[in-house]
């Protein structure tokens, strides 16, 4: 007499391929909703950028909007943010303090990019101040609250690691306000304003979305395969004799 053999389904295996196939399909979801997301940020950049700049009326005026600055360079206040890359040469980009006409606020201005000379150990070039009332135009940024920096001691005089306008503050003691504003006007400074448009990453987080999305349908695959063949060999087990 042979013993039917005993194709019972273990529960391991089912519960971790459910497991697995639904945390893949949340994780396409999520991408999917980022990609929306930074979607939605770029067309307001795109809507922002067409229209024109408008006098600052605002202590806390929206992302990339554009904007009019009249005041004064303040001297001896500016910054270089360094390892800033333009067509393959490293450079700085030049932040200058603009003291506002008639508000008594202070806005830091992303004026452009300056070439760094061959030798880092040299002195990094002078930046001039245009005396008198200036015009300034362009786009308003809000840096992060706590930038990364590689080291405790970062900031080396006038050249900075990244924007914290928090020392930036407590170094000047300049009321700045709370954002910067990234200048799209001509000047005759011989700064480079060449600003790309910003890679929202929504090719990437849609590529990321459909590499989830394959890997809930394989789980999904091989537990249906798993709980077929199951059933498979359960049906053959009770057409053997006992």
Known sequence: MSLRRNARLHPVPLLAGVA??????????????????KAELQAEYRAAAEHPAQPLD?????????????????????????????????????????????????????????????????????????PGETVVAGRVR?????????????LSGMVWQALDLARYRAETRLPVADFYVQ??????????????????GIDRHRGYALQWYALAVLAT?????????????SRHDERQPL
């Open 58 to 130: 605002s202590t806390s005026p929206s992302e990339w909007h554009l904007v009019e600055l009249r005041g004064e360079w303040l001297p001896g206040r500016s910054i270089l943010i360094d390892n800033r890359v333009h067509q393959g040469r490293a450079g700085y980009h030049v932040f200058t303090p603009l003291q506002l006409k008639g508000q008594g606020g202070v806005v830091l201005v992303n004026r452009g990019w300056i070439g760094a000379g061959g030798d880092r150990a040299k002195a990094p070039p002078r930046i001039s101040n245009p």
């Open 20 to 37: 697995l196939a639904l945390l893949t399909l949340q994780l396409g979801n999520w991408q999917t909703r980022r990609a929306a997301e």
């Open 142 to 154: 809000h840096p992060a609250e706590k930038p990364f920096m590689l080291a405790a001691d970062a």
């Open 183 to 200: 200048q799209t006007s001509h000047a005759d400074d011989g700064l480079i304003r060449d600003w790309p448009e910003p890679d929202a």
């Open 221 to 233: 695959g091989l537990t249906l395969w798993y709980l077929w063949n199951a059933f498979r060999r």
